[in-house]
């Protein structure tokens, strides 16, 4: 089962390897990765997507709060998860093509933020699902390049993650 | 204090005499000299060992018998790499130790420089905690939050690693008088709710059994486990890093559980109906078949809620400090009876202790019974003794037959099984304590493995004594070759070692060896007798076994 974990870290050299390796060490696997200064410059932020059964996520957050660096852990709940990834895809795009891309791209609700002679790229902010979608519409066009973040995830409603 | 423009290297020197500490453990090498240098004007004694992995393992030792975190020193490169065995082995068994490591300058850390490893990173699934020091200023705060992360919570190795140039630097200076670390707040007292669920559990019970870990003698809590295990007359076992948390005559004390355990303790906790697993991880080495929990009450007691969960299943679990929950846990309860089930146990130590005495009759005179030995040792020692064990047969033999009293202390390498241990730990016992007896037990294997250690003790007036057993075999894993590969012995013969006594005569180290049962006491009191190091070389049967089945 895939589990969004965030976590509040010191914005100390080597705290990302130090969590880094412990996944590693410890065989959990990790989906994707994001991390981020806060508005305290001193925080950072970390958005860890990971598999496992209750066993292996009950041992990654106790393990993850035995690092002295870390200040928080908390596992969001599926149903009050609110996640974002970011895509920068770079397509083939002719003259002819401009218009359709376009309008996928008002359809998605993606940007364009870089236009060439014969490409344009596109950037889109969505969840993991919009985004294989958004992709799937771009890829008869030829896609030149792909490029995408880790997952960044808050809880819904007024409750917040700080220290 | 008012603070004072001195190098780092003096601060470092100013920092470990603000935390009381005497003695330290190390090696030097250039990256690390500046420190060494300014340590000549303090009062705390260096003690040059002969390999750093060693004065990794003595601070250990030293660590384990004062109970605060102690101190081991290392050069960059190779001299930290040496130190890593040392740091991981006590991580494994909740040592506090604070390594101090020399680092190349910093201009020249990420280029491969000469003598250069990053040791910080090498370390770390191996720390508690480490600290690369890059600004000169930080020294103190880092080496104030050192010891305390290394001595509370869970104790365990913490490293701080100081570039050369970063050691010369000059700063102004003012060790802290406290630490706050906002992510680190270890439980100390236990919940309230959950011990009073323990207690009612406890009162149900009519076999109940408590398994003392290491975390016992970790938290100091030998005296709270004997007035619970007294007043609620509840048996005891224990894990190897638990074995003296009771006296190992104490009348409710039924061995050692595991693998390589005592079939009375097996027997317990198989037929228990209630387990206090009192700072005990119950490892793989200790638990097999976690099917022996099925039907059985598990109350897990321990500073670390990490390791609620990962090894036993659990149904009540306390996280805080083990001598105070138990200290609490006694508070709600009322003294209870349960003879059945200690006379039940009592009976089955009585029949194995018969077999074993038959076994004994029966077998090879011609050589020393390394068993029987360690009966007849710890029958001389003084009460008041340090027993190390090195890792092998010889391990097995001293866990199953050493007998303590409450100040005794039995120290090996747990978790990590590191051999070579026993006669550096006995170096850095002695130094932490010259009242006791101390006696490092090592097989042919593991002595080889350390025995260069020998100069130290001799530098610096260390009295310990060592006993080497000699079956000329890696014993324990000719025993698993026997068992388990058709018998296939290989890499196993010890064949080429030299004579022990003519080791122990070349460091000018007195001793004698023993060939037979009958010469083991009067050896032995030689021995405890001796003022300065003495050495037995006792020649075991190179087919005694490790396996009691």
């Known amino acids: 089962m895939k589990h969004t974990i965030s976590i509040l870290v010191e914005n100390n050299a080597g705290v990302l390897a130090r969590i880094s390796g412990l996944f590693a060490r410890r065989g959990f696997n990790i989906h994707s990765l994001a991390v981020g200064v806060t508005d305290d410059e001193k925080v950072s932020r970390v958005t860890i997507v990971a598999n496992g059964d209750d066993y292996t996520l009950e041992q990654i957050e106790k393990q993850l709060n035995k690092l002295i660096d870390v200040i928080k852990v908390r596992t969001v709940k599926p149903d009050e998860l609110l996640e974002r990834e970011l895509i920068l895809v770079k397509v083939n795009c002719t003259a002819q093509q401009r218009h359709e891309l376009i309008s996928i791209a008002k359809i998605t609700q993606a940007k364009i933020s870089d236009i060439s002679v014969d490409s344009m790229t596109l950037e889109l902010s969505d969840n993991q699902p919009q985004l294989e979608n958004f992709q799937e519409l771009l890829r008869p066009y030829g896609i030149k390049e792909i490029v995408r973040t880790g997952t960044i995830a808050i809880q819904t409603g007024s409750a917040s993650l700080r220290i | ?549």
Not at chain 2, 99 to 120: K, N, P, Y
Not at chain 2, 184 to 213: D, V, W
Request: hydrophobic letters at 40%.
């Open chain 2, 1 to 549: 204090m008012a603070k004072e423009t001195i190098t780092v290297a003096a601060a470092m020197v100013k920092a470990l005499e603000k935390e009381n500490i005497k003695h330290i453990f190390g090696y030097p090498g250039a990256a690390i000299c500046p420190f060494f240098d300014e340590l000549l004007r303090s009062e705390i004694k260096s003690i040059l060992v002969r390999h750093e992995v060693n004065g990794g393992h003595s601070a250990g030792a030293y660590a384990r018998i004062t109970g605060k975190p102690a101190v081991c020193i290392a050069t960059s490169g190779p001299g930290a790499t040496n130190l890593i065995t040392a740091i991981a082995s006590a991580h494994m068994d909740s040592i506090p130790i604070v390594a101090i490591t020399g680092q190349v300058v910093s201009g020249l850390v990420g280029r491969d420089a000469f003598q250069e490893a990053d040791i910080t990173g090498a370390c770390e699934p191996f720390v508690k905690h480490s600290f690369l020091v890059k600004n000169a200023d930080s020294i103190g705060e880092v080496i104030k939050k050192a010891f305390y992360i290394a001595g509370t919570g869970r104790p365990g190795p913490v490293l701080i690693d100081v570039p050369m140039d970063i050691q010369k630097q000059e700063i102004e200076f003012e060790y802290p008088e406290s630490v706050e670390i906002r992510s680190y707040k270890p439980s100390f007292t236990g919940n309230k709710l959950q011990i009073k669920k323990a207690a009612e559990a406890l009162k149900k019970s009519s076999k109940p059994l408590i398994c003392a870990g290491g975390g016992v003698i970790a938290a100091g809590a030998g005296n709270e486990l004997k007035t619970l295990s007294e007043m609620c007359d509840i048996p005891v076992i224990s894990t190897m890093m638990g074995i003296g948390a009771i006296s190992t005559s104490h009348k409710s004390y039924f061995g050692m559980l595991g693998v390589f355990g005592v079939r009375t303790a097996k027997l317990a906790l198989k037929e228990c109906d209630l387990l206090i697993a009192l700072g005990a991880r119950m490892s793989d080495r200790s638990v097999t078949d976690s099917s022996v929990f099925d039907g059985t009450t598990v109350i897990h007691i321990d500073v670390d809620p990490a390791e609620i969960g990962k090894n036993a299943p659990v149904n009540i679990p306390i996280v805080g400090d083990v001598k105070r929950i138990t200290e609490q846990f006694t508070e709600e309860l009322a003294p209870m009876r349960h003879e059945e089930w200690q006379a039940a146990l009592r009976r089955s130590k009585q029949a194995n202790a018969e077999k074993a005495a038959e076994e004994l009759r029966g077998r090879n005179g011609s050589y020393v019974n390394p068993k029987s030995f360690i009966k007849a040792l710890c029958g001389v020692l003084p009460s008041k003794c340090v027993i190390c064990s090195d890792v092998g047969s010889n391990q097995i033999w001293a866990a199953n037959n050493v007998e303590l009293t409450d100040e005794g202390r039995f120290i090996t390498s747990g978790g990590m099984g590191t051999m070579g241990y026993a006669l550096p730990a006995a170096v850095g016992a002695k130094t932490a304590d010259g009242s006791a007896e101390v006696v490092a037990l090592c097989g042919d294997g593991s002595f080889q493995m350390c025995f260069m250690e020998l100069a130290t003790a001799v530098q610096h007036n260390i009295n310990v004594k060592v006993v080497v057993f000699v079956n000329n075999y890696l014993g324990m894993v000719r025993e698993l070759q026997d068992n388990n590969y058709g018998g296939r012995r290989t890499m196993v013969d010890l064949s080429g070692s030299p004579d022990y006594l003519k080791i122990a005569e070349a460091y000018g180290i007195g001793g004698e060896t023993v060939t037979s049962d009958h010469q083991a006491e009067s050896a032995v009191k030689r021995m405890a007798e001796s003022v300065k190091p003495y050495l037995l070389q006792v020649m075991v049967d190179s087919n005694e076994r490790s396996l009691l089945e």
